[in-house]
């Protein structure tokens, strides 16, 4: 059975840290491997993982995967109270390339 | 706006009654998903939509949920006799298919059954 493990589930920071963020995957004919921020409403891309070894990075935010270890992980560096959200992992995969969630991580950043 | 959009924003409901959600995506997406979602958890996938064929549906949906996308465009899910565990946030995304699997959400219809 697909499964994604998020860790850890919840993280609170001060303005300024580093923080990363974890995601371990086992799923049937991976395809790729998504990252969302949701706030209050719906989750926003973030970025879209398919080669090990390659970080994408959108300015304080980076992300990198392995899919010999089957894991991914999300960075984001020098905080501010606006990155204070969910953050979640969805490998794609399948032939009908749904996407499995994971339950994600709370991250809360403190002033 | 060209994002995609759900109608209503919040529903509340009595229990027994039936409800439905409209889903608009973006209009060159082939590919309309709809997810449940609850406090503390991942979407939940529900069913998706290849263009106006429901290619998959989740072995754990009731079959109080019913969903359609007549002409390959706007999508509605159904839910009849509606239990207070059906309370949720129900989140629309599209794609545009096998040239791109990011997922583009809309903001959700927020369900309270009392």
């Known amino acids: 059975e697909d499964k994604v493990v998020q860790s850890p589930l919840s993280l609170v920071v001060h303005e300024g840290d580093t923080v990363t963020l974890n995601c371990s995957y086992e799923v049937t004919n991976f395809r790729s491997l998504l990252w969302y921020k949701q706030e209050k409403k719906a989750p926003t891309f973030l970025f879209m993982l398919?080669?090990s070894g390659i970080e994408k990075k959108s300015g304080r935010l980076s992300s990198i995967l392995d899919k010999k270890e089957l894991f991914s992980i999300l960075n984001i560096t020098a905080t501010q109270t606006g990155d204070s959200a969910i953050y979640l992992c969805?490998?794609?995969?399948?032939?009908?390339?749904?996407?499995?969630w994971g339950l994600g991580t709370s991250l809360a950043v403190n002033p | 706006d060209t994002g995609v959009s759900q109608d209503p924003r919040h529903k509340i409901t009595k229990r027994g009654q039936n409800v439905t959600f409209r889903c608009d995506p973006i209009s060159e997406h082939n590919r309309l998903y709809w997810y449940r979602q609850t406090l503390g958890q991942g979407p939940e996938f529900l069913t998706y939509f290849q263009n106006e064929a429901q290619l998959e549906k989740s072995r754990l949906l009731s079959d109080r949920f019913s969903a359609e996308r007549p002409k390959g465009s706007f999508s509605t899910l159904e839910i009849q006799r509606t239990e207070q565990g059906d309370s949720a946030m129900y989140l629309c995304a599209s794609s545009l298919g096998l040239s791109s699997e990011k997922l583009f959400f809309g903001s959700g219809t927020q369900l309270s059954v009392l």
């Open positions: 969805a490998p794609n995969a399948g032939n009908n390339r749904k996407l499995i």
């Open positions: 398919t080669s």
